[in-house]
């Protein structure tokens, strides 16, 4: 069974530039995470989909970043424009069902460097 | 404060010894997680519990509901057994079941 993939695995951008991440959940998986982990914390979610419906996005900084699941299978996240805070790796996660009660699966990250 | 706390928030320790991290959580949960995360890798999901206790290979996850503590145990360990050991559980309630962190505990096995 494939695992979760994210795309791309390195980024470096200038302040202010755009940038888009990739991710491709487990086959058969309704709900997709997306996590922010900055270095020396434990990740942080900002946005949570099941099928293509947003569950909840409370702490997704809807200024900057923008996150979509149109087809609820893969899904890209937007940050435009970047800040240096934004510097950190993008997790996404996938669960069959709701990660209520059932294991997530994590991608191995795109690490965004912002300078 | 944090609603999962870790502790140590790092350990080294010797080849073949028995290993103990803590957590401690201040809210209601459906389940908590214990998660590694290897240098540049990804997260792997060890744990998820619930209630009791879970074991397998040298690994040993245990949850006391009342207490809203869990601890994970590592049994003769070895230097690959060196990671990040995170901490997370799931909110009770409805809506998002997103996972909550702790900050991790960056453990070393020196051989």
């Known amino acids: ?49 099941q099928n293509n419906g947003v569950v909840d996005d409370s702490q997704l900084p809807k200024d900057r970043f923008s996150a979509e699941r149109l087809k ?21 996660a996938s669960s069959f069902l709701s990660g209520r009660n059932d294991e997530q699966f994590f991608g191995p990250g795109t690490r965004l460097t912002v300078l | 404060k944090n609603e999962v706390e870790q502790s140590p928030q790092n350990l080294t320790a010797q080849e073949g010894e028995f290993i103990t ?3 401690s959580y201040s809210v209601g949960i459906s389940a908590l997680h214990w998660l590694q995360q290897h240098p ?33 145990h590592i049994t003769a360990s070895h230097p690959r057994d060196s990671a990040v050991y995170i901490c997370a559980v799931t909110l009770s309630g409805g809506g998002a079941d997103g996972l909550t962190f702790g900050k991790g505990t960056h453990l070393i096995i020196q051989p």
């Open chain 1, 72 to 92: 609820g299978v893969d899904s890209t996240l937007k940050i435009q424009p970047a800040k240096l805070e934004d510097s950190a790796v993008y997790l996404c």
């Open chain 2, 21 to 23: 991290i803590n957590c």
């Open chain 2, 40 to 72: 540049g890798g990804g997260i792997v999901s060890l744990f998820m519990l619930s209630s009791g206790k879970k074991k397998h290979g040298r690994l040993i996850a245990t949850i006391n509901i009342q207490e809203k503590h869990s601890s994970l």
């Open chain 1, 1 to 49: 069974e494939a695992g979760v993939a994210q795309s791309p695995r390195y980024k470096i951008i200038e302040k202010r530039q755009s940038v888009a991440f990739w991710c491709n959940p487990i086959s058969g998986h309704a709900t997709l995470y997306w996590y922010q982990q900055i270095l020396g914390q434990g990740p942080k979610l900002l946005i949570q989909f």
